[in-house]
């Protein structure tokens, strides 16, 4: 069992930054690919950026291209989404997840693990 606990989120102007972390624990995280989805209000779950546990492999969603980078540290069990030159559409609730399996990870469909979830608003 993995428990996964997002922090960092907050308000921010558009431009700013915000760094999300999220801290693993109860499962060798090294093990297992890590990622990263959010929702808006009245919208659905959707992919932001995902990266496999051996480092090698990042993906990002095209809306974050150039503006979020996702890392990892494995000796600390966390993994974290630098979030850049942000806009008020990134307003959402941000979860963290992890699977073993990277297509399911990637497309977002049953999902081994996931967090509670941490809010970014970012205001014009």
């Known amino acids: 069992q993995v428990r996964l606990v997002e922090s960092g989120g907050g308000l921010v102007q558009a431009g700013g930054s915000l760094r999300l972390s999220c801290a693993a624990s109860?499962?060798?995280?090294?093990?297992?690919?890590m990622g990263w989805f959010r929702q808006a209000p009245g919208k659905g779950r959707e992919f932001v950026a995902a990266?496999?546990?051996?480092?090698?492999?990042?993906d990002y969603a095209d809306f974050v291209v150039g503006r979020f980078t996702i890392s990892r540290d494995n000796a600390k069990n966390a993994v974290y989404l630098q979030m850049n030159s942000l806009k008020p559409e990134d307003t959402a609730t941000y979860y963290c997840?992890?699977?073993?399996?990277?297509?399911?990870?990637?497309?977002?469909?049953?999902?081994?693990?996931w967090g509670q979830g941490t809010q970014v608003t970012v205001h014009s």
């Open positions: 990266i496999q546990w051996s480092e090698s492999t990042t």
């Open positions: 109860g499962h060798p995280s090294s093990s297992v690919h």
């Open positions: 997840a992890a699977d073993t399996a990277w297509r399911s990870l990637r497309a977002g469909l049953s999902i081994d693990y």
